[in-house]
């Protein structure tokens, strides 16, 4: 964070509800004390169904940018003025910029994702995927792993809700969790809330092989027991940290125009308590 704020600090922030919890604000004030930018970052937590009136109050205030999470991603991009093509196809954005030409949203969750499974030196288009759930994350991330080249398959526990993710990724297939083989996909990604309490996975870990590389999304906690399993079985995986990390970097360069610091952002990611 700045040494001090002053009158030409700009304000950055992120909404949804609940907030509280969000390592946003520490990752983002990280990034802009390690770019020498005169900015600060902020939660505000916007009450479900008010996020429409939080982008208002960011014209009105001027603020120099905006991360919406849920339940939000929908409303505010109804009320962006442009949208990107990802965030067009997706119909939610996770950044909000502003512009010249009115408010710009943007998803840069897919991207993200992208970026975190290649710091592991994995190719998400060298072999067939997997992605658990139906919500915004496996929507953005299908997008996002059609687009580079992989074969994607949606799992949800009903065909419906998967049919409908698959429709947004060119050539991708769908089916339920209970029918699908884990075991079958280079790439296993779980992009269901199951594991933030300790849920079991929505999968068998015992389906899955060495040959995988596997992909929590959740990061708090750090291990979940779809991770657990994984490692204790000797199969490469990582939570959902590096996605957190990569999508926040693509937003502050969205934001200030300038390269994400991301090591620092990285740091503040991975700092007990933050």
Partial sequence: ??????????????????????RSPAIHNAAFAEAGLDWVFLAFEV???????????????GLGGLSVTMPHKQDAAWKCDRLTPDATVLGAVNTVVPTEQGLLGASTDGEGFLRSVRDHDVDPAAGPALVLGAGGAARAIA???????AAVTVAARRLDAAETVAGLAAGADAATLAACDPGAYALVVNATPLGMQGEAPAIDPARLNPGQFVVDTVYHPMET??????????????NGLGMLVHQAALAFELWTGVEAPLDAMRAAAEEPGS
């Fill in 47 to 61: 009450p479900r169904g008010q996020g429409a009136h939080a982008l208002e109050a960011m014209r009105t205030l």
């Fill in 143 to 149: 997008l996002a792993l059609a687009q580079a080249g």
């Fill in 1 to 22: 964070m700045s040494a001090s704020v002053t009158g030409s600090t700009r304000v950055a922030g992120v909404i949804g509800d609940p907030i509280r919890h969000s």
């Fill in 225 to 238: 027991p779809l991770l657990a399993a994984a490692r204790a079985r000797g199969i490469p995986c990582t």
